[in-house]
Structure formats: C-alpha cells, structure tokens
C-alpha cells in the first residue's frame, strides 16, 4: 500500500460545550513511505503546537502529546483572600492588615504598588 498524504485533526475543549477543530494534512514523498508513523507524529506535534501558540492561556486537562490527564491547577485560597484583601484596601490601616501574608505570598510587589497609591 502506498501512503500520498496524511491527514491529522484534533478537537480541543476549550470551554463548557466549546470546543476547537485544529487539523494538518501533509503530502507524502516516495522517499518517505517508511516513515509514515514519524510523519503522523509530526502532524500531531503540530497540530498541538498550533493549538498552544493560538490559545497561550488555555490550560488543558489533558497532555495530547502524551495521553496522560495532567492535573488541574491548584488555587491557594489563602493567597487569593491576600492579593484580594490589598487590591480592595481602600486606606493604610486596611492595606497594613495584609502586610504579613504579602510577605509569605511573595506579594510584595502588588502590596507597594497599592501602598504608593494611597500615600499622598
């Protein structure tokens, strides 16, 4: 059997009932039909890549390289209630109470920057 293309697509979710169809298809030469298995694999490759330099903060729940379900992100909720409590400080006195905990967090940056637009 002689193999003239190949074509690869893929379908990513990128939402609650939202999804995206990325394909390639890739002609063959003669001198390459002992490598159809290497040039399926580089159509996935990118494929993938495509999908990533099109949505750079999409975060999948599944490697497709790989086939192995990567986990979901882990949300530090004490973080979060930090950088929430500083962005929501509206004097000095609220914006010292989170001073502690933008420490731990590596907050610093964000505590200043709010730190200087409550100084006069």
């Not at 400080?89 to 637009?117: F, R």
């Amino acid at each position: 059997m002689r193999v003239t293309k190949i074509t690869f697509e893929q379908l990513f979710p990128t939402g609650v009932y939202q999804n995206q169809r990325l394909g390639i298809e890739i002609a063959v030469g003669e001198d390459e039909q002992t490598q159809t298995e290497e040039v399926f694999g580089y159509a996935k490759e990118l494929v993938n890549k495509a999908f990533k330099v099109m949505n750079p903060d999409a975060v999948l729940m599944h490697d497709f390289n790989t086939g192995i379900p990567s986990s979901p992100p882990v949300i530090n909720r004490e973080k979060e209630k930090v950088e929430i409590g500083i962005e929501n400080s509206q004097t000095q006195a609220d914006l010292d109470y989170w001073a502690d905990g933008a420490e731990k967090y590596d907050l610093i940056g964000q505590w200043n920057k709010k730190h200087s637009e409550l100084t006069p």
